[in-house]
């Protein structure tokens, strides 16, 4: 287990990624389809997991930041799909990588909706883009 604030946080305050505000990584779950708490918590790890994988991938640094800062995850309401594709081409637009979680169908949502929008960013960064939205 790796402490938060221990030797690994401290050794990252070099990095020019480390910045005085905490990098976050907020899901942005799409309310619009009912479906159960259990769905809603799978559909937050599958944006999770799929935008972390991406970023290990590309060996992107802000992940051993966001990883030495305690892996933060803020979840944020929107209120549809036409919301989440808005706030995906803004985050791009701000450089802000994401991952769109498009459901397969099977269970409680409509086969290909987009249920979750997962970004990764220094905290102002993802404050630009979501910073209009709710909890959820």
Do not use: F
């Not at 020019?16 to 990584?25: C, E, I, K």
């Not at 769905?39 to 802000?62: F, S, V």
């Not at 051993?64 to 791009?92: D, N, Y």
């Amino acid at each position: 287990m790796e402490r938060v604030g221990g030797a690994r946080a401290r050794s990252l305050k070099n990095n020019s990624l480390a910045s005085t505000q905490p990098v976050r990584s907020p899901r942005l779950h799409l309310s619009l389809h009912p479906q159960g708490r259990g769905k809603t918590a799978a559909q937050a790890c599958h944006a999770c997991l799929g935008l972390y994988k991406k970023l290990r991938h590309r060996k992107e640094p802000i992940v051993k930041v966001w990883e030495a800062a305690g892996a933060t995850k803020v979840c944020l309401r929107a209120e549809s799909e036409a919301e989440l594709m808005a706030l995906q081409k803004a985050a791009a637009a701000a450089g802000v990588p994401t991952h769109m979680v498009v459901d397969a169908g099977r269970t409680q949502v409509a086969p290909d909706s987009r249920t979750v929008l997962a970004l990764l960013a220094a905290g102002g960064e993802v404050d630009a883009v979501t910073g209009g939205l709710k909890l959820l």
